[in-house]
T-cell receptor, first 111, second 113 residues
Framework: QKEVEQDPGPLSVPEGAIVSLNCTYS??????FMWYRQYSRKGPELLMY????GNKEDGRFTAQVDKSSKYISLFIRDSQPSDSATYLC???????????FGSGTRLSIRP | NAGVTQTPKFQVLKTGQSMTLQCAQD?????MYWYRQDPGMGLRLIYY???????DKGEVPNGYNVSRLNKREFSLRLESAAPSQTSVYFC????????????FGPGTRLTVL
C-alpha cells in the first residue's frame, strides 16, 4: 500500500464549477500538507501549504486537512480553463523529513 | 533570482552511456532533492541531501549516484544508462527549519535508447 493515495483522474468539469481534489494517507506522523500544480512540461509549483488539521483559503483555493480521517482536500471555486493542470498532493512528518507525493490528478476545465 | 536551475533540458543517451544532470539553487536552501516522474507514478525520490556534505537514498536510488558539491549545487549521475531510466528528472530545494515548502526546477527530459 502506498503511503499517499490520489485518484489519477482525468477529471473534466465545465468552467465555473467547483472542483474537489482529494488524497488519503496512511502515516499518522504526517503534519505538513501541500498541494502542487503542474502544467504540462513544467516543474511542480507550490499552490497551498497547511500545517496540521484545519482549513486554509487563498483566493479561489481552499485546502482542508482532516487528520482523524487521514484525508486532505483541495477545492477550487469558479474554476477557469487556466486551472487545467495536474494537481499533486504532498506531505511530510517534519521539516527535516522526506516529502511524499501522491501520483497526481489530471484536471481539465472545459470552456 | 533564478530559483532552481537544471541543465540540460533535454538529453538522449544510448544504453550504457554515462551522464551527469546538474542542479543549482540560489535561495540558500539547506536541503536538495532529485526526483523522477513517470506517467502514472507521480514523483519518486531518488536521492536527497538534507544539508551540505550529506546525502541519503530515496525510494528509487539504484543506478544513480549523487554529489552535493556545495550548498548551491547537487548533481545526479547515471553511470551506465538503461532504457528504464527514461524519465523526466526534477531537482528541488527546501529551506528546512520549519519552512517546509519545496521549490522545483524546470526538469530534464532524458531518453535512453
Amino acid at each position: 500500500q502506498k503511503e499517499v493515495e490520489q485518484d489519477p483522474g482525468p477529471l473534466s468539469v465545465p468552467e465555473g464549477a467547483i472542483v474537489s481534489l482529494n488524497c488519503t494517507y496512511s502515516n499518522s506522523a504526517f503534519q505538513y500538507f501541500m498541494w502542487y500544480r503542474q502544467y504540462s512540461r513544467k516543474g511542480p509549483e507550490l499552490l497551498m501549504y497547511t500545517y496540521s488539521s484545519g482549513n486554509k483559503e487563498d483566493g479561489r483555493f481552499t485546502a482542508q486537512v482532516d487528520k482523524s480521517s487521514k484525508y486532505i482536500s483541495l477545492f477550487i471555486r469558479d474554476s477557469q480553463p487556466s486551472d487545467s493542470a495536474t494537481y499533486l498532493c504532498a506531505m511530510s512528518a517534519s521539516s527535516a523529513s522526506k516529502i511524499i507525493f501522491g501520483s497526481g490528478t489530471r484536471l481539465s476545465i472545459r470552456p | 533570482n533564478a530559483g532552481v536551475t537544471q541543465t540540460p533540458k533535454f538529453q538522449v543517451l544510448k544504453t550504457g552511456q554515462s551522464m551527469t544532470l546538474q542542479c543549482a539553487q540560489d535561495m540558500n536552501h539547506n536541503s536538495m532533492y532529485w526526483y523522477r516522474q513517470d506517467p502514472g507514478m507521480g514523483l519518486r525520490l531518488i536521492y536527497y541531501s538534507a544539508s551540505e556534505g550529506t546525502t541519503d537514498k530515496g525510494e528509487v536510488p539504484n543506478g544513480y549516484n549523487v554529489s552535493r558539491l556545495n550548498k548551491r549545487e547537487f548533481s545526479l549521475r547515471l553511470e551506465s544508462a538503461a532504457p528504464s531510466q527514461t524519465s523526466v528528472y526534477f531537482c528541488a530545494s527546501r529551506a528546512g527549519g520549519g519552512a517546509d515548502t519545496q521549490y522545483f526546477g524546470p526538469g530534464t527530459r532524458l531518453t535512453v535508447l
